[in-house]
């Protein structure tokens, strides 16, 4: 049954596990050396061979696994050891961590090649050549960190990695960050970076609590030291378990964009494409399933958490789907996907259904790396063709935002390989068999029904609205006549970036078999790891029913999307169909819900008054004027002038004249003896003598 | 054989002679020679006691006080000139700048 019975001697290559971190951080140290003397396309092949060898190495890796599916942990070294916490920093090798590895070293070196390409044009468009290596300096730094999150062998190393993706993912948002978002100077990218960081920070205290927790309750933090107790504790303690995995959820939900927390990620879209695929489509943003699955143990000790992480993600699902099908531009809708998908496999893990979630994490990884990249040839295709505008009509001057849907259209016919491409992405996500999306979804919605029946209902919705919208942004890109004269110049993008959109395509098409009902490949691969934990998975059940309503729900959204957009295309400066329809709500859909302006009234604002406050009146008003200004001063002043007066001038000036005055007033008694005649000198040595002498005679 | 007692008186006289001739004279060279005749009071009275204890060392010093006062001669002398030749006097009521 399993397949590794059938290969019981084979290689073994665990030893290797060390260099998935180490080709990275060569690759960036190198860059970051000698970039600034390499070309351009020496930087991008070095980093690109250095994720590569990654990957090599990931797969090297698995082949091993296949042999010794109890996988390794290999020590590289002592890291912490303070009195009974012994912490070592080694790397777990199994099939969950090696899953993350070969979809974070594979995706991300097609996006590296990918980057290549398109990183060129990007400068050439912003005209900042140094960026180009700064840009992959911190690609190389991300894929070190990320390898470090899913390699880490207890919580503290998973939170090392954790924290070193945030970073990257804040440095790669900003890495325009003089530029606005349609490149003229400004702040705008340096604010979305610092707003995913925020927003990650609160999320990661989530982290840092849920670990703390689980230092005072497990006294360990490693995985095996940790899962080896949980049954004992969920019996004398449930409660710091469900505390654990809340806080551990509030965490996940900073870093995959859940429900509170999920407002950084549309906006993260303000970086460079390549980034948009690579952290916040295909992989940083997943580390909160892979999290969540990584933890297991712990969340199926606590049916509540579960049903928290379920709710959380289903609801997600659900709500950042609405929000998606109200977007005007490519990236946003793409980005408000990203979440819902998200939410689909943040409900999957909740509810159990790990295997689920993790197979869709990986294809989810493919077809929305796909459409990323591929919304990027979009984007470049139409700079391409606005570019070649301004040169043949110099007084064009407007603000043109190439990734705004309303200004496309008919980019069937200008770019027919991304065209092609971007239609199986969407296909994929849409669910619509035999696409990869359709395998995975499904199986997270036949275990959700079996699992979380209402939880259930929202995802359905959810897949619904996935298919729709990515009907409307096929409809809206690809077909129609071109609605803004750029567009209708867009030019197909080079080969070094069509050619890691065919692979993407390819596995976004295939990626389905890694886990095909009654196969369950994926699920017996990933069984090794759960069964460590004697955590035992089963298969899903592949539901007819479901697959049929749900690839159904799919084929209507689709039709839906074609009546509005696809049968009559949207013409130039026409509003959207859909707002014509659904009028308020449309606009609550494509506004966000409001929820930007409502954490802004109920969070920032507040922190800002909050702030302003403390600075004005607190800081300025309070310690500077009053306390400094006033009170220090005058005590200083007051001090000042008691010292002087009475302490300096009277008792230590007092000591030193009244001592000279003294000493004045003996010479002055002495001096009279000094009559300067020599008479008088002779007389008193006679008269000392006669009285030594005197002395010595009557003694 | 003179008695002691009378050399001693001699010297005392001698002394006494010098002393006062010191403390009263107002002319340098007068008050010097004071001094000398004092010295040479403090010389008859070693040669005596050398002579009465027939001891050597009284009369070897009395050899080094007549050398010392030989020195001391010189540099006297060259200071009274040197007074006489900026205040033109030896008055020692004179020098009195050391007055405190």
């Not at chain 1, 390499?38 to 690109?48: Q, Y």
């Not at chain 1, 470090?148 to 990695?161: E, K, P, W």
């Not at chain 1, 609205?465 to 080079?494: C, I, K, N």
């Not at chain 1, 899903?540 to 749900?550: E, R």
Request: proline share 4%.
């Amino acid at each position: 049954m399993l397949l590794s019975e059938a290969i019981t001697q084979g290689p073994e290559f665990f030893s290797l596990a060390p260099w998935i971190i180490f080709f990275p951080v060569i690759g960036l140290l190198i860059n970051m050396s000698f970039g600034g003397r390499m070309k351009e396309r020496t930087i991008g092949i070095l980093a690109s061979s250095a994720s590569g060898l990654a990957f090599v190495t990931s797969a090297l890796l698995a082949i091993s696994l296949l042999a010794h599916p109890e996988g390794a942990i290999l020590p590289l070294a002592e890291w912490i050891s303070i009195g009974d916490l012994q912490l070592n920093w080694s790397i777990r090798v199994d099939t969950l961590s090696t899953t993350m590895m070969l979809v974070v070293s594979g995706v991300g070196t097609l996006i590296h090649i990918y980057a290549i390409g398109y990183m060129h044009e990007d400068v050439r468009f912003k005209g900042d050549p140094g960026r180009y290596q700064r840009f992959f300096v911190f690609f190389n730094l991300f894929i070190a960190t990320m390898m470090i999150l899913v390699s880490a062998d207890n919580y503290l190393m998973l939170f090392v990695g954790w924290e070193g993706v945030g970073l990257c993912s804040y440095l790669l948002i900003g890495v325009w960050y003089d530029r606005d978002l349609l490149g003229r100077p400004g702040t705008e990218n340096a604010l979305a970076g610092s707003k995913a960081f925020i927003a990650n920070r609160i999320g990661d205290f989530g982290f840092l609590m849920a670990g703390f927790t689980m230092f005072w309750t497990f006294r360990t933090v490693t995985f095996s030291g940790v899962f080896a107790q949980v049954s004992q504790i969920a019996e004398i303690q449930p409660g710091a378990i469900l505390a654990i995995t809340l806080f551990m959820l509030l965490g996940v939900a900073g870093k995959s964009a859940q429900l509170p927390l999920f407002v950084w990620l549309p906006d993260a879209m303000a970086g460079p494409t390549p980034v948009s695929a690579l952290i916040h489509a295909a992989t940083m943003v997943t580390a909160g399933v892979y999290l969540v699955a990584r933890s297991a143990p712990l969340f199926s000790a606590v049916p509540e958490a579960q049903a928290w992480v379920a709710w959380v993600g289903g609801i997600t699902a659900l709500f950042a789907a609405t929000i998606a099908v109200g977007q005007h531009d490519l990236k946003k809708v793409l980005a408000y996907s990203t979440i819902s998908q998200l939410g689909f496999m943040i409900a999957a893990v909740g509810m159990g259904a790990y295997v689920a979630g993790m197979f869709h994490l990986v294809t989810h990884a493919f077809f929305k790396a796909l459409l990323f990249l591929s919304g990027g040839s979009v984007i470049l295709g139409i700079e391409r063709g606005h570019h070649h505008l301004d040169h043949e009509n110099h007084h064009d001057e407007e603000v043109f935002d190439p990734g705004d849907m309303r200004l496309m259209g008919g980019l069937r016919k200008k770019m027919p390989v991304t065209f092609l491409v971007f239609t199986v992405g969407a296909v994929a996500l849409a669910g619509i068999p035999p696409l990869a999306g359709f395998f995975s979804k499904d199986e997270i919605l036949a275990e959700a029904f079996h699992l979380n029946f209402p939880v259930y209902i929202l995802l359905a919705i959810a897949a619904f609205f996935t298919a729709f919208y990515m009907g409307r942004q096929v409809w809206l890109v690809f077909f129609g006549d071109p609605r803004h004269p750029a567009a209708d110049h867009a030019e197909e993008s080079p080969p070094v970036i069509t050619t890691p959109l065919i692979v993407l395509a390819g596995l976004a098409t295939l990626g389905g078999i890694l886990n095909l009902p009654w196969v369950h490949t994926f699920t017996h691969w990933l069984e090794h790891t759960f069964e460590t934990f004697h955590l035992h998975l089963h298969p899903g059940k592949f539901n007819l029913l479901i697959a049929i309503i749900s690839t159904a729900l799919a084929v209507l959204a689709i039709f839906l999307a074609w009546l509005l957009y696809g049968r009559k295309p949207l013409l130039k400066n026409q509003a959207d169909p859909l707002k014509k329809i659904l009028g308020p709500i449309f606009t609550g859909m494509n506004r966000k819900w409001y929820v930007d302006e409502a954490y802004d009234h109920l969070f920032i604002n507040r922190y800002i008054d909050l702030a302003r406050f403390l600075s004005i009146k607190v800081d300025w008003d309070f310690w500077h004027d009053w306390f400094h200004d006033r009170v220090i001063v005058a005590a200083y002043r007051q001090g000042a002038r008691i010292l002087a007066g009475p302490i300096d001038l009277g008792i230590i000036d007092g000591i030193a004249n009244g001592l000279a005055k003294f000493f004045q007033a003996v010479a002055n008694r002495f001096r009279k003896l000094q009559t300067g005649y020599v008479r008088n000198y002779a007389l008193a040595v006679f008269a000392g003598v006669v009285v030594l002498l005197g002395y010595l005679i009557l003694q | 054989m003179v008695p002691i007692s009378y050399y001693i008186i001699l010297s005392a006289i001698l002394f006494t002679i010098g002393a006062v001739c010191v403390l009263i004279r107002r002319n340098a060279i007068i008050i010097f020679m004071g001094i000398e005749l004092m010295l040479n009071a403090a010389n008859l009275a070693f040669v005596a006691f050398a002579n009465q204890h027939q001891v050597i060392s009284g009369q070897i010093f009395v050899f080094f006080v007549i050398a010392v006062a030989a020195a001391e001669v010189a540099v006297g002398l060259a200071l009274i000139v040197t007074i006489f030749r900026t205040r033109k006097s030896i008055d020692v009521d004179q020098l009195n700048s050391l007055k405190g």
